[in-house]
């Protein structure tokens, strides 16, 4: 089980960005894929999860991102994307995508964490 997340940078507040999260090892069909972040000084938190198409598919959002952030999958290329608008300074930290290869976000580890993580990418909203 495999997953890299990238597309960080440095943006403006205001500002958007796309994260990616590549998946292989497992069939990304089945499976909720959950975004974490972490800042320094500052306890990991869940930022959002999708459960698997072949469960209910539904999508969930901290309270932090909600109406600002967006999660979507695309099976076909083993993808799981993070759209990110209105972006604030708050919201620089390294982001992680992850799974514990359930098939529902509801049943997971999500929020608390997951089972199988990528390597980060860097989010830095300042201007």
């Known amino acids: 089980v495999q997953l890299q997340a990238s597309g960080g940078g440095l943006v403006q507040p205001g500002g958007s960005l796309t994260l990616s999260c590549a998946t292989s090892?497992?069939?990304?069909?089945?499976?909720?894929i959950g975004w974490f972040r972490q800042a320094p000084g500052k306890e990991r938190e869940g930022v959002s999860c999708i459960s698997s198409s072949e469960g209910d598919g539904r999508r969930y959002y901290a309270d932090s991102v909600k109406g600002r952030f967006t999660i979507s999958r695309d099976n076909g290329k083993k993808m799981v994307y993070l759209q990110m608008y209105s972006l604030k300074p708050e919201d620089t930290a390294v982001y992680y995508c992850a799974t514990d290869l359930t098939l529902e976000c509801v049943g997971s580890k999500w929020p608390q964490g997951l089972d199988y993580w990528g390597q980060g990418t860097q989010v830095t909203v300042s201007s």
């Open positions: 090892g497992f069939t990304l069909d089945y499976y909720a």
